[in-house]
């Protein structure tokens, strides 16, 4: 037993000689091996050719995260952003700096733009705004479809749902229009255009799209200043600006700051066919997709207003790729021929309403007002609703 316990020790201190041995060959111990990190790349101190870093005097070896300064100058939407106080530089700096290296989103943002800026830009273009708006969704949701808040905002430039109704987002059950891109997009420059003409300030405007123009309004009155810049706002406002700014400069010069995408790695606009339908019931999207020969999360991917597993009765556009267009009409068209509707009768109670008969029976309150032939939203204690089921 001593002798086993002798030998074991021999071995440790044999393998702590080699260890130590290592440690100094391949760092400083050996001038034959400090010749080798010298020529060797890999041993190289990295700067992503930043001459910041170029000349920072780490030691041999070390891997230096580069250094980007934020910009001198800035304008967002054509108004100069304020560098000289030394406050707002700070707070650009702040954003800037998360910006900047947050190098997986960066190219995240790089490779979603190329599928929908040029779309963007065309509108923006079209509707007379600022082309330094579409970095707003960019903010917003990083230019996700599927985005979604915990305060309830959804969709690519994150509406409420009281504000995405009143900008014509329809939220019927089992539909959000929120989550369509050119909807939610047409919506979001309607209410954009709008606060410009509230507040004639685009970074006012900016704000407001962040935390409501009331608050805008209450604290510009209150504060006596008329420049957000000098606001005190909501921390996450106060914030909102700057990392717009922060994006605007890293996604306008990307190769300035050290990325580089290759040609081909952007995701390329969807190709995809609109089919306007107009459906007496609710069809199973299964059903649909298999009509057409593509697959359940293929048409909930170009349709993310569809949030159940169903379309809802009544007229939509429907998103479907090139060269379906057809055979989703044609077994739609079966379905209709096919449809006999099941009425339900409900005498309206006092109280009721039509959006709460509506979502009661889980169709649209548009059905509603087409099935009983109603011109607004008025029902009466007694009179009787007609419901088309399934």
């Not at 020529?39 to 041999?60: H, L, T, V, W, Y």
């Not at 900008?167 to 919506?187: I, K, M, P, S, V």
């Not at 921390?235 to 890293?250: D, S």
Request: with cysteine; net charge neutral; glycine share 8%.
């Amino acid at each position: 037993m001593i002798a086993e316990k002798h030998c074991r020790i021999l071995v440790v201190g044999i393998l702590l000689i080699l260890w130590i041995g290592h440690l100094d060959y391949g760092h400083s111990g050996d001038p034959s091996a400090r010749a080798a990190q010298e020529g060797n790349p890999s041993f190289r101190r990295q700067s992503i050719g930043n001459p910041a870093a170029e000349n920072a005097g780490a030691p041999g070896g070390q891997f230096v995260v580069p250094y980007f300064s934020a910009p001198e100058q800035m304008e967002l939407c054509g108004e100069p952003v304020p560098l000289d106080l030394m406050d707002v530089r700070e707070r650009l700096d702040r954003e800037f700096t998360i910006v900047v290296y947050s190098h997986a989103q960066v190219y995240l943002w790089l490779k979603r733009a190329e599928r929908y800026f040029p779309w963007v830009e065309s509108q923006l273009s079209a509707n007379n705004l600022p082309d330094d708006l579409k970095y707003v969704a960019v903010a917003e949701s990083d230019l996700m479809q599927s985005a979604a808040s915990a305060a309830g905002a959804a969709g690519p430039w994150q509406f409420v749902s009281a504000t995405g109704t009143r900008y014509g987002l329809n939220q019927a059950f089992g539909l959000d229009e929120r989550y369509d891109f050119e909807l939610a997009t047409a919506g979001a420059f309607r209410y954009m255009s709008d606060l410009f003409r509230l507040f004639n300030n685009w970074t006012l405007a900016i704000s407001a799209y962040n935390c409501g123009e009331k608050r805008i309004q209450d604290e510009t009155a209150r504060q006596k200043v008329s420049s957000y810049y000098l606001l005190k706002l909501p921390q996450e406002t106060e914030r909102y600006v700057f990392r717009i700014l922060a994006i605007k400069e890293v996604l306008s010069h990307p190769e300035k700051y050290g990325y580089v995408l290759p040609k081909g790695a952007g995701y390329p606009p969807r190709q995809v066919e609109q089919v306007n339908l107009k459906m007496p019931c609710s069809v199973p999207l299964q059903s649909m997709a298999e009509g057409m020969g593509i697959t359940y999360r293929q048409l909930k991917t170009l349709n993310p207003a569809f949030i159940s597993d169903a379309m809802p009765s009544g007229s939509h556009t429907v998103k479907v790729p090139e060269g379906k267009g057809q055979g989703l009409m044609e077994s739609m068209e079966s379905i209709r021929r096919s449809y006999t509707p099941v009425v339900t009768q409900h005498k309206v109670a006092k109280g009721e309403t039509l959006s709460g008969i509506a979502q009661h029976y889980h169709v649209a309150k548009e059905d509603l007002r087409e099935w009983n032939r109603l011109k607004g939203d008025q029902v009466n204690v007694g009179q009787v609703i007609k419901i088309q089921g399934n």
